[in-house]
């Protein structure tokens, strides 16, 4: 591993604690103010194995991203989407 891989992966797993000590944000807040969500770096982390030749499954990347299995997380964390920020999410996607 390079000096930089060494820097990135550093980084990576103090924005995994950031978002972990963070778990009042909500994933729809993410997504309507920086583009992406806990489930975008799960989706990532699977893209990024599959290119080393390695085989993630969504679950195993979500537990990754979660800290915990992504079916508890949510039922510990996850409130519903109010009525502004789905409008919001909305309009933030492409036609």
Not at 33 to 52: D, P, Q, S
Not at 86 to 93: G, I, P
Request: hydrophobic content about 40%; proline content about 3%.
């Amino acid at each position: 591993m390079t000096n930089t891989d060494a820097i990135e992966a550093a980084v990576f797993r103090r924005l995994l604690a950031h978002l972990d000590s963070r778990k009042d944000v909500q994933n729809i807040e993410l997504m309507n103010l920086a583009g992406f969500c806990r489930n975008c770096l799960a989706k990532w982390y699977v893209e990024a194995a599959a290119e080393t030749g390695e085989a993630v499954a969504d679950e195993q990347a979500r537990e990754r991203i979660y800290g915990m299995p992504y079916s508890d997380w949510k039922a510990k964390y996850q409130q519903p989407a109010s009525a502004e920020q789905l409008a919001a999410f909305k309009a933030s996607q492409p036609d």
